[in-house]
């Protein structure tokens, strides 16, 4: 089993769509997780740290679900400019360590 | 502030040549990064510098690379004769001690062409 795995997409939505994004993690030691954003031939962003309690940014909302090792991101009212690539990221260990990124899930939204 | 650079941005070399990739973090920033992104993959950890510690290189792919990190700042990863597997944008990355998150600033990337 990969360690993050995603959906690849791509998932077509018009503007003003909802949209939501999962993810999954191997290592039930994971201590933190984030979405990451990659525009194209860009390099990666953090978008957002993703809590225990879930927690929202704005348009953006992050979930966690610790026992089904399973991570969300959804998007209300997507914007043109949100067409780009999420990255689900988790850190094995808290503080300073290495993280492992999913391959990423396209989003292309259209007029 | 100034952010993570990387020079050069494109590399083109032959195959068996060897290759240095540069990269300048944040200033301030303890930890460092590299990592490698072929076309149509996930990010792929290679090494990992924290201060003074010994570096975590558990994911450099071959013996033909290495990293250093002078001074506890700049960083070069060298690529010894050169593989056309080698090809991907060469992605580095700084993290600070005073931020409350891991979160990890990335620079714009080498990219690399091995012909």
């Known amino acids: 089993r990969k360690e993050v795995e995603q959906d690849p997409g791509p998932f077509n939505v018009p503007e003003g769509a909802t949209v939501a994004f999962n993810c999954t993690y191997s290592?039930?030691?994971?201590?933190?997780f984030f979405w990451y954003r990659q525009d194209c031939r860009k390099e990666p962003k953090l978008l957002m740290s993703v809590y225990s309690s879930g927690n929202e940014d704005g348009r953006f909302t992050a979930q966690l679900n610790r026992a089904s090792q399973y991570i969300s991101l959804l998007i209300r009212d997507s914007k043109l400019s949100d067409s780009a690539t999420y990255l689900c990221?988790?850190?094995?260990?808290?503080?300073?360590?290495?993280?492992?990124f999913g391959k990423g899930t396209m989003l292309l939204v259209s007029p | 502030g100034a952010g993570v650079s990387q020079s050069p941005s494109n590399k083109v070399t032959e195959k068996g040549k060897d290759v240095e990739l540069r990269c300048d973090p944040i200033?301030?920033?303890?930890?460092l990064y590299w990592y490698r992104q072929s076309l149509g993959q996930g990010l792929e950890f290679l090494i990992y510098?924290?201060?003074?510690?010994?570096?975590?290189k558990s994911g450099l792919p071959s013996d033909r690379f290495s990293a250093e990190r002078t001074g506890g700042s700049v960083s070069t990863l060298t690529i010894q004769r050169t593989q056309q597997e080698d090809s991907a944008v060469y992605l580095c990355?700084?993290?600070?001690?005073?931020?409350?998150?891991?979160?990890?600033?990335f620079g714009p990337g080498t990219r690399l062409t091995v012909l």
């Open positions: 290592n039930s030691a994971s201590q933190s």
């Open positions: 990355a700084s993290s600070s001690p005073w931020e409350a998150s891991d979160t990890q600033y």
């Open positions: 510098f924290q201060g003074n510690s010994a570096p975590d």
């Open positions: 200033s301030g920033h303890t930890a």
């Open positions: 990221v988790v850190n094995k260990a808290s503080g300073y360590s290495t993280l492992t």
